[in-house]
Every structure is written in C-alpha cells, then in structure tokens.
C-alpha cells in the first residue's frame, strides 16, 4: 500500500527553522520525482521545492523563486524519506505542506499538482511571533 507521511511541522518565529520529513512506505521514493506544495487559506497550492528521481535523474533539485535561497530539499534513501529544510522562515510562509509523488520525466522542475499521483495528508507550518 502506497502511503507518504509528512510531519515537523509546527509553530516557528518569523527567522526560525524548521525541518519537515515525508516517509515513505509501499514503494521507493528513489525511482520518482518527489515535491513539496503549500497551500495557504484562501490561496492556490503552490509548488515549493522538488527532487528528481535519483535513479534516473541524478537527484537534481529545484526550488520556486519564493524560497530559493532558504529552502532545501533532499532525499536519505536509506530511510526512505525525503526532508524539507525551512530556514529563514517568514509569515507568508504559514501554510499547510504538502509532500507528493509523480513520475519522473527529465523536463526540469514540475511544480504542478496535476502531475502528482499520491500525495500525503500535509502538516501545518506557521510562523509567527
């Protein structure tokens, strides 16, 4: 059974840190482009950051001009998990994040919810003093 499991999120002052895990259980995470999305109330779900497959795609990785610079995401396979590392954290970062699957197809970064196929059931990041 396919199932992705987010966590680490939570409340943060704006500057802070935080470090979301998404773990994957079913299938390996290795052979897919992985995503992390936001949705925040009353708005889109955005992409944020993605990681292509590492076995077909050398694991590049991608992050949208909103959090470049502050945002990284990366992959343990061992574990099976890839992690979100938030730093330099603003209001406008508070949101519900989410963790996705799709397939891998070496066209560069894919930010769009639509070619996702599982996703997991998102965990809260709100940042505020």
């Known amino acids: 059974q396919v199932q992705l499991v987010e966590s680490g999120g939570g409340l943060v002052q704006p500057g802070g840190s935080l470090r979301l895990s998404c773990a994957a259980s079913g299938f390996s995470l290795d052979y897919y482009t992985v995503g992390w999305f936001r949705q925040a109330p009353g708005k889109e779900r955005e992409g944020v950051s993605c990681i292509d497959s590492g076995d077909s795609g050398h694991g590049n990785t991608y992050h949208a001009d909103s959090v470049k610079g502050r945002f990284t995401i990366s992959r343990d396979n061992a574990k099976n998990t890839v992690y979100l590392q938030l730093n330099s954290l603003k209001p406008e970062d508070t949101a519900v994040y989410y963790c996705?699957?799709?397939?891998?197809?070496?066209?560069?970064?894919?930010?769009?919810?639509?070619?996702?196929?599982?996703w997991g059931q998102g965990t809260q990041v709100t940042v505020s003093s």
């Open positions: 996705a699957v799709g397939p891998y197809y070496g066209l560069g970064p894919n930010f769009s919810p639509l070619e996702y196929d599982y």
